[in-house]
């Protein structure tokens, strides 16, 4: 059995290294459809092998330029890129390599296995949804839409971008500003002409900042409305765009975006995703109407949409003031991470040993997972900010689960990072609670590529796993977080031992259920005017006319007519989310229903879990998730387990 690869990545030879890669992967390819008679191990297996080699030369390249960037890993990494995707570019519009999958899927189909199965079908998924298989004319003309959909997209943004960095408010009158966190208010200070005023503007923290503490109602307004009438020319733009959209999949063969973008999903047709986004609407209203006047009760004029993150705040401060120094002493670094460990061995059976070895910094450590004693694969962990790494956090799958042609199995690797504070000599590194569960939350991610024992790479572990089921595993594993029976654990004073009371994870519970049916509506708000208008061309007012239908079921404060959320709506119109931004809520609903499930149970010993490890983790991306889903939990998704998630009651 091969171990794992060292983690290394030579900077002055990188460039050259990487040509001339990519060069022998084109000889490689082009020998290999000048064959006769490809079958799927003279073949695919091969095509995968390269793509694998690839992955692993360049993965440490992308992960130091995230995590000890400097002018050289820069330098580098914008230096390859271009090479990276010219060759990428070049592999999707072969349709030498289309026509051998198809041969191969045809003559192969009673031999090949399941996984081999899902990789051609994937792979000529790939092909298909980017037209690599129509006539000239056709290509000629998606090659067309998509050079403008890129430039419209690009312009969008840009239009907000230089919308957003236009406008600013001056406030003068310290009265104006009373109530504002210190943090924000010194990032607004500036002194002129010996006069202490202070700069609002539409960049997101300082935006929230007055929104949400600003005192002054009319200067909210005025904010408020600079923030949401901002980039009127995107109303041309998006009309554009979701013509050019639906032209686009007329031309793959889909009667509107929306179905063309659900054919790499997991949700299986409009339909299905629109009555699941009803279903947690009309069962979230009722809560939100309550939630919606204990905020209205605090304040003596009738509640408008600038006024709603103000009094929000001052309700949340009344209800649960959570002191966030009182809880950080209860999550000391080291303490959570073998927490999580220990939890995870006694969910899944799995374990975590600590291996010697030096890495690209003295804070990251490395673990080998055992699986009933086998080792199976190796975790990466750098959780301390520190300022060679970019913020958030991440998993990075490296090494991945697969069997190469000789029936040689190659272990899986994964890096997780996180920006946590950083712990020195004597002092200790205290997380947030948020920090936890984003912790829980990429080690859901990581442990989904590591348990894979999926023998072909491009579908196993993360990879090949449809994009909206992808955050399922990540959100699964984050809801435990919450767990009073997980957390006492590890949940202890790191001075005195003292375990965290169960009021202190009520308080936990509640604040993330805060006014929790109100912002459902909102993200619901979002994801059917997304989903509604990508299923036919909406033009001109019809596209307002959507919007204010759909507000009539989901706003239940009246959105002033100079709100033209629209035109900011990057996510949709400059991001790849367009007919999919419902996937947020369909990956919960899954990790909620799953969570529950194992709850139930008791958590340790569960059944379920252990199901759960041996289907969704272990299958990876050889089979959709629909079906690893009915497999393990042995029903159908229950959509009002998301509710219960939330604190929703209906
Ligand atoms: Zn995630």
Redesign the pocket.
């Known amino acids: 059995m091969s171990k794992f690869i060292k983690f290394k990545c030579d900077l002055d030879t990188f460039i050259d290294d990487l040509n001339e890669l990519l060069e022998n992967n084109n000889k490689t390819i082009e020998s290999l459809l000048k064959e006769e008679n490809k079958t799927y191990s003279s073949f695919v297996k091969k095509m995968q092998l390269i793509d694998e080699e690839l992955e692993l030369f360049f993965t440490p390249l992308a992960h130091l330029n995230s995590v000890n960037n400097s002018d050289k890993t820069q330098k580098v990494y914008s230096d390859s890129l271009p090479l990276i995707t010219e060759y990428s570019t070049k592999i999707s519009q072969n349709i030498d390599i289309y026509n051998a999958y198809k041969e191969i899927q045809q003559n192969e189909k009673e031999s090949l296995n399941q996984e081999q199965k899902r990789v051609l079908e994937l792979n000529i998924l790939g092909f298909e949804l980017s037209g690599a298989h129509l006539d000239d004319k056709t290509k000629k003309r998606l090659a067309e839409i998509n050079l403008k959909k890129s430039e419209l997209q690009n312009d969008f943004s840009q239009n907000l971008l230089n919308a957003t960095n236009e406008y600013e408010k001056i406030i003068t009158d310290e009265k104006d500003v009373d109530g504002i966190p210190k943090s924000d208010l010194e990032n607004a200070k500036f002194i002129e002409d010996g006069i202490t005023k202070y700069r609002f503007t539409l960049q997101m923290p300082s935006y929230i900042a007055y929104m949400t503490y600003g005192p002054n109602r009319g200067i909210r307004e005025e904010i408020y409305k600079a923030y949401v009438s901002r980039a009127p020319e995107n109303e041309k733009i998006i009309e554009e765009l979701l013509e050019l959209r639906h032209e686009m999949s007329n031309l793959l063969g889909f009667k509107n975006y929306s179905e063309y973008s659900l054919a790499s999903k997991m949700a299986d047709s409009p339909q299905s995703v629109l009555n699941f986004l009803d279903k947690l609407l009309q069962n979230s209203k009722k809560q939100a109407k309550d939630e919606l006047r204990e905020v209205q009760e605090l304040c003596d004029h009738s509640l408008e949409s600038f006024d709603s993150a103000y009094y929000t705040e001052i309700l949340k401060k009344k209800k649960y003031d959570i002191d966030e120094d009182e809880i950080r002493v209860y999550f000391e670094q080291k303490s959570v991470v073998n927490g999580l460990f220990e939890f995870l061995n006694k969910l899944f059976h799995i374990e975590f040993k600590k291996v010697e070895e030096k890495l690209w910094d003295e804070k990251a450590s490395s673990y080998d997972l055992f699986v009933d004693g086998k080792l199976r694969a190796r975790l990466y962990l750098d959780l301390e900010a520190r300022k060679s790494k970019r913020g958030g956090a991440w998993?990075h799958n490296y090494q991945t689960h697969s069997k190469n042609e000789n029936q040689e199995i190659q272990l899986a690797s994964a890096f997780v990072v996180c920006n946590f504070p950083a712990s020195s000599g004597n002092s200790a590194s205290l997380l947030r609670h948020d920090d936890v569960v984003t912790l829980f939350?990429?080690m859901?991610?990581a442990i989904h590529h590591l348990l894979s024992n999926v023998d072909e790479s491009e579908v196993s572990g993360v990879n090949g796993v449809e994009w909206d089921a992808?955050?399922f595993p990540?959100?699964f594993l984050e809801n435990f977080a919450y767990e009073p029976k997980v957390l006492k654990m590890f949940a202890k004073h790191y001075k005195t031992g003292e375990i965290i009371s169960d009021e202190m994870i009520q308080k936990l519970v509640n604040s993330k259920n805060f006014m929790s049916a109100s912002s459902m509506l909102r993200q619901l708000e979002f994801s059917i005017f997304d989903f509604k208008l990508h299923t036919k061309i909406y033009k001109g007012n019809e596209i307002q006319n959507l919007l204010d239908s759909i507000r009539e079921e989901t706003a239940l404060i009246k959105t002033p007519s100079y709100n033209k959320f629209q035109n900011g709506f990057a996510h949709i119109f400059a991001g790849g989310y367009a007919a999919g931004y419902y996937s947020y809520k369909w990956a919960e609903v899954l990790s909620a229903d799953a969570f529950f499930k194992v709850v139930s149970e008791g958590i340790f010993d569960s059944k379920t879990a252990i199901d759960y490890r041996d289907v969704v983790l272990n299958g990876g991306g050889a089979k959709s998730m629909s079906e690893y889903f009915k497999e393990f939990m042995q029903r159908d998704i229950d959509t009002d387990s998301l509710l219960r998630l939330n604190g929703i009651k209906y």
Do not use: I, K
């Open positions: 998993m939350h990429e859901g991610h992808v955050e990540s959100q």
